[in-house]
């Protein structure tokens, strides 16, 4: 190579840049040190060289074969072009890894260091997706402190969405649950309270639950027993301080003993799992690091967890209604009796 032939090419090469990678043949007028990626198939003096740049130097064409690696701004397309080895490529259409003021690597291959990130409409919706390969995998957002988990949410391990929580980033408890089949569940709130248009049913994995009244949810009305009635009224009223957490230690509270209530009829408290039903199962996350669940017992049984307060309104209607009938009757003998 001669000292002009090397000079050329520093010209041709050095933060090289082409007019277009698009033309397959050369143009009618090329300027003097203008460049080209040359696009296939090509012909007349470009002919066999795809792939090459060509540079117009001299009133002539010089051509040089790419190596891997080589970067090309084409002014065109205003892009910045790559050779891989084998092709020209956009060098942000595929890369490897992306590291935006941080370092990517083979697991987190986009890392971002910023005081926040922007994803903007382009003058409609928006939407940020994330695609698993099969149900058993996880798709989610992981939340850290100190790179280490505090909440989670997606689909983690099935394609039912939940809401994650942890206190350390080992053991994992699940406060929310919505599953496939439109249920929502609350496996976290360890309570049955109930109110007028919802019931947390903690017998079926604390399921949330619309309260209906209506004749359109009942079949086989019949006129409740008042045998059953008065079985119930001979449940005893108790004082007692509460263990529960949420609840003042220094006050006395009243009602009754879920149990004690449950052996006379099992329809009037709500069933449920309690905590020593839950154990920690240690598995591994999709990085394959060390992680615990809190899952249920396998064998573990329902229990008596609260009284249902509200049904008991029924069977006091019951016996009132039936103390009412009897009170009548009484004073039905009574104005018979002589002297009344």
Do not use: C
Request: zero cysteines; a negative charge; glycine letters at 10%.
């Amino acid at each position: 190579m001669t000292h002009n032939e090397a000079v050329r090419m520093l010209d041709a090469l050095v933060q090289a840049n082409a007019a277009s990678d698009t033309l397959a043949a050369p143009p009618a007028e090329p300027a003097e040190g203008e460049s080209y990626i040359v696009a296939g198939p090509a012909s007349g003096a470009w002919a066999g060289r795809e792939g090459d740049l060509a540079a117009y130097q001299d009133g002539a064409w010089a051509f040089f074969a790419p190596s891997a690696g080589w970067r090309v701004w084409v002014q065109d397309a205003a892009r910045l072009r790559v050779f891989d080895g084998s092709a020209w490529i956009d060098i942000f259409e595929r890369v490897e890894t992306l590291g935006i003021s941080a370092d990517a690597d083979a697991t987190n291959r986009l890392a971002v260091s910023s005081p926040a990130t922007l994803l903007n409409n382009a003058g409609a919706g928006h939407q940020l997706k994330i695609n698993k390969n099969a149900a058993g995998d996880t798709a989610s957002l992981l939340f850290q402190t100190g790179w280490s988990g505090r909440a989670e949410m997606g689909t983690a391990g099935s394609d039912d969405f939940s809401v994650k929580v942890s206190p350390d980033g080992a053991a994992w408890g699940t406060a929310l649950a919505v599953h496939t089949d439109s249920s929502v569940r609350f496996p976290g709130i360890g309570t049955t309270a109930n109110a007028a248009n919802a019931y947390l049913d903690s017998a079926d994995g604390h399921n949330l639950l619309r309260v209906t009244s209506s004749a359109r949810y009942k079949t086989d009305v019949q006129a409740l027993e008042i045998s059953r009635a008065m079985a119930l009224m001979g449940v005893k009223p108790v004082r007692y301080r509460s263990l529960a957490a949420s609840d003042n230690p220094g006050w006395s509270w009243y009602g009754f003993i879920a149990e004690e209530v449950a052996e006379i009829d099992p329809r009037m408290v709500h069933w449920g799992y309690g905590p020593d039903d839950y154990e920690t199962i240690e598995t591994t996350d999709q990085d394959g690091g060390a992680r615990a669940e809190r899952r249920l017992r396998p064998g573990a049984e329902l229990k008596p967890q609260s009284v249902a307060y509200d049904r008991f309104a029924v069977i006091h209607q019951a016996v009132l209604d039936h103390v009412l009938q009897r009170l009548d009757a009484l004073e039905g003998v009574a104005a018979s009796q002589p002297g009344a």
